[in-house]
């Protein structure tokens, strides 16, 4: 295992089309985070699964987005009706779950999504 | 609403300077706070935590809760310090809701002249 996986890499797609990117986290990993960065900003959080419950979505997660992770192993997040705006890099990370202040947020190599 | 300001989009040094990354935070809590690295063409990953009080890679970075501080340092700079540093904040575990998204600054790209 070497880590959080994200695939595809990167997603080039047309104003209205849906796209979905899978996130593969460590094994194990109770916890499934994403985010997205777009230009000259730093991550932010979009919403985040303690096994395969969605447990927190941020304001940013307009209706046209969805998350699932089905069976608490890998997550997908769906863009419906892409506009131009979603362009960015989409992060996934995952965390082991543990209680406490011990549990470290491991980071994908995110999708860059480019709508054109 | 927590929020996390890093000044400085770039900071360039020479090699064998000190090196200091500013991070400022607004919380109302007891967060926790973190620096992570994105070197050119790898993914992020976590540097340093301020409750581990550890230094590395030689940076330290205390949290002064006085001033709302998380300031990272390296006494001496080396070229493989060039990378994009964020700080970044979790609030208290005990506040429920949000306890575990992580809340990033914008960065700042350190540059090492050699």
């Known amino acids: 295992d070497t880590g959080v996986s994200q695939d595809p890499r990167h997603k080039i797609t047309k104003r209205g089309q849906n796209v979905t990117f899978r996130c593969d986290p460590i094994?194990?990993?109770?916890?499934l985070y994403w985010y997205r960065q777009t230009l000259g900003q730093g991550p932010e959080f979009l919403t985040y699964?303690?096994?395969?419950?969605?447990?927190?979505k941020s304001r940013l997660l307009s209706d046209r987005f969805s998350a699932e992770r089905p069976k608490g192993s890998f997550s997908t997040l769906e863009i419906q009706r892409t506009e131009q705006g979603d362009s960015a890099m989409y992060l996934c990370?995952?965390?082991?779950?543990?209680?406490?202040?011990?549990?470290?947020?491991?980071f994908g190599p995110g999708t860059r999504l480019t709508v054109l | 609403a927590q929020r996390v300001t890093q000044p400085e989009k770039l900071l360039s040094v020479f090699k064998g300077a000190p090196v200091e990354l500013k991070c400022n935070y607004s919380y109302s809590g007891s967060p926790e706070l973190f620096w992570y690295v994105q070197y050119s063409r790898q993914r992020l990953q976590l540097l340093l935590r301020?409750?581990s009080r550890e230094s590395i890679k030689g940076f330290t970075a205390d949290l002064n809760k006085g001033e709302t501080s998380f300031h990272l340092k390296k006494p001496f700079a080396q070229e493989e310090d060039s990378a994009m540093y964020y700080c970044?904040?979790?609030?208290?575990?005990?506040?429920?809701?949000?306890?575990?998204?992580?809340?990033f600054g914008k960065g700042t790209k350190l540059s090492v002249i050699p």
């Open positions: 970044a904040l979790r609030p208290d575990l005990y506040s429920g809701a949000g306890s575990y998204q992580l809340t």
């Open positions: 699964f303690q096994n395969e419950a969605q447990l927190e």
């Open positions: 301020h409750i």
């Open positions: 094994s194990e990993h109770n916890r």
């Open positions: 990370a995952s965390s082991p779950g543990t209680s406490g202040t011990t549990d470290t947020q491991y």
